[in-house]
């Protein structure tokens, strides 16, 4: 028989020290009643802390729910299915499980407690790149939730600097006037743009700024190092090559890649290089744009190559170049704003002709400093220049730091 005291007093030790302040932007979104959800993204963006936050505030000193993480030891040595059967037999009706992609065949474990029990399972996995890999078909189970890292809105709001509203991609291009205006007279925004783009990105940043780079560094590893080899056919002794793409990427110019000049750069065959860039990007640690809606695939040819934010960018080199990290911002902000739309194809953000990049399928962009005139995208159709350095735009030109309220 299971003793699920133990599990309930170090739940009651973790909800304690849970504040339900500053709450993630997909708190709101999730259908917190559907019957099984998995929330994946990037290890340190906030996951427990959702879970956590929901069942404080949803089951506080409420028997029929249990949290637990499979990385315990204790599941080591019990079948997961096991555990949450006999939970059920106690009457247990919700059961949060942290950290599912430590649990080998863990997809087999949930697809069987689904199936063979009526438990609300709401589960988490921080490595992406594992919970593409599952073993057994759950997209009729599971609703499939991505959390991102944190916005420039949602860094304002948990650094208790301001409080404003998310607003979709439209109204930003047919109100930012009225918008920048309005945050302009409430905060300085270039002030606070320039530190989120340094140390913004994931919600630790409060625990301890000094110790920023050093944690961002252990989750890069923890991803390359632990989740790669764990979950793929890459071995320990590729992890260096794999370390200098992402040094080469954080350092250069926005680069479109010769597939073949980025392999030999990195001593590696086409093939192996184009296998790395899509793991690389399951990891969140690359965005990948393309000139067409393409699938998610290893063998297409990535058009634009991008680390997934500027913090990492700015904690592996000191010299990151400015305009990439630009177009860095902005690609992260819009495809984050965008993870949980359905669609049947992305067309979200494409490569256009003319300028740096096509916004669903309507908006062409052109990103620059201050500065930047319209002679790249004159002659085209409902376009953008997306300009840093600026507070508040005026016609066709609309801050970048602006397209940090998006989510």
């Not at 192996?272 to 399951?282: A, C, D, K, R, V």
């Not at 290893?298 to 997934?308: A, R």
């Not at 030109?397 to 602006?402: G, N, S, V």
């Amino acid at each position: 028989m299971i003793d699920f005291t133990r599990f309930f007093e170090e739940q009651q030790r973790l909800l304690n020290n849970i504040n339900l302040t500053h709450k993630r932007y997909l708190y709101e979104q999730i259908n917190w009643s559907t019957r099984c959800m998995l929330i994946v993204g990037q290890r340190g963006v906030g996951k427990t802390t959702l879970m956590l936050q929901h069942l404080r505030q949803t089951y506080i000193n409420n028997p029929k729910a249990l949290y637990i993480s499979v990385d315990n030891p204790y599941f080591e040595n019990i079948s997961l299915y096991e555990f949450a059967i006999e939970f059920e037999k106690f009457g247990g009706e919700v059961l949060y499980v942290d950290e599912i992609h430590k649990y080998k065949k863990w997809s087999t474990h949930i697809k069987s407690i689904y199936d063979s029990s009526s438990l609300k399972l709401i589960i988490s996995g921080s490595s992406m790149i594992q919970i593409h890999t599952q073993e057994a078909d759950l997209s009729r189970r599971v609703m499939l939730y991505r959390l991102a890292n944190l916005s420039f809105r949602e860094y304002l709001k948990f650094k208790d600097i301001a409080d404003f509203s998310a607003y979709s991609i439209d109204e930003l291009f047919e109100k930012h006037i009225n918008i920048a205006s309005h945050i302009a007279q409430n905060i300085k925004p270039l002030e606070h743009f320039k530190e989120y783009l340094i140390y913004g990105c994931y919600p630790f940043m409060l625990e301890n700024s000094e110790n920023y780079n050093h944690q961002l560094i252990g989750i890069i590893n923890q991803i390359l190092e632990v989740d790669m080899p764990y979950s793929t056919n890459i071995k320990h002794s590729q992890i260096d090559k794999i370390k200098k793409l992402i040094y080469l990427l954080s350092t250069s110019v926005p680069l479109k890649p010769n597939i073949s000049k980025l392999a030999s750069a990195i001593e590696v065959s086409r093939p192996t290089l184009m296998e790395y860039i899509y793991y690389l990007e399951l990891g969140s640690l690359l965005n990948c744009v393309n000139q067409k809606a393409r699938g998610y695939g290893m063998l297409n040819k990535p058009d634009k190559l991008y680390l997934y934010n500027t913090n990492l960018m700015n904690t592996i080199s000191q010299n990151a170049d400015k305009g990439t990290q630009r177009e860095t911002f902005f690609l992260n902000q819009i495809k984050s704003s965008l993870y949980n739309k359905s669609q049947l194809i992305d067309e979200n953000v494409l490569l256009p002709t003319q300028g740096d990049f096509k916004i669903l399928n309507r908006y062409t962009i052109e990103i620059g400093g201050k500065n930047k005139s319209f002679k790249q995208i004159k002659d085209t159709k409902n376009a953008f220049v997306v300009a840093d350095d600026i507070e508040v735009g005026f016609g066709n030109k609309i801050p970048l730091w602006l397209f940090g309220m998006l989510y």
